[in-house]
């Protein structure tokens, strides 16, 4: 089925919180989501990145295009910064959310090496990513974050609804 950026963002974001991940780090991890699925990657690496809240690429690669924009701003343009074992499935799109133009992004494997993220940016212009209108999702993709993002959903309870969750009595006319 498809979906818009928007909806696969926030429904991404809301599964990474109900799996235990920070909020700051699940924003991002939403928008990236968008981005990979809308490139037409393999949703796998949204499954995997969501399996440890301890040790996971939602945590590390926010951090690691902090450095990428501090090497951009030092060096002009050219970057190339190596990646966690397993940050590579996701670590192009985190880096299309940077707020440069990207002239090359690409991810570099040699034989018995870390992978690279390799980037030459223009850090003189602005750039948001392009993203399709509907984006493609699988149904266990969709189903997995839909059931992590239940886990945020505040109970359906007395005390709930008079502390202001649900609809209130005027919406219900």
Known sequence: MSY??????ALARKAAVGAGFPHG???QFGQAVAVHLGAGRAPEAVL????DPEDSPILRLPLLM???LRAVALTGSDVSLTLHPGDDALALAYARLLPVRLVECRVEQRDGAQPRLAVLADPETPSRPALPPRIAVPDALHARLGTLAARTYVPASAGSRQAGAGAGDIDND
């Open 48 to 51: 995997a990145a969501l399996d």
């Open 25 to 27: 780090q699940a924003d």
């Open 4 to 9: 818009s950026a928007n909806e696969i963002s």
């Open 66 to 68: 902090d450095d990428v």
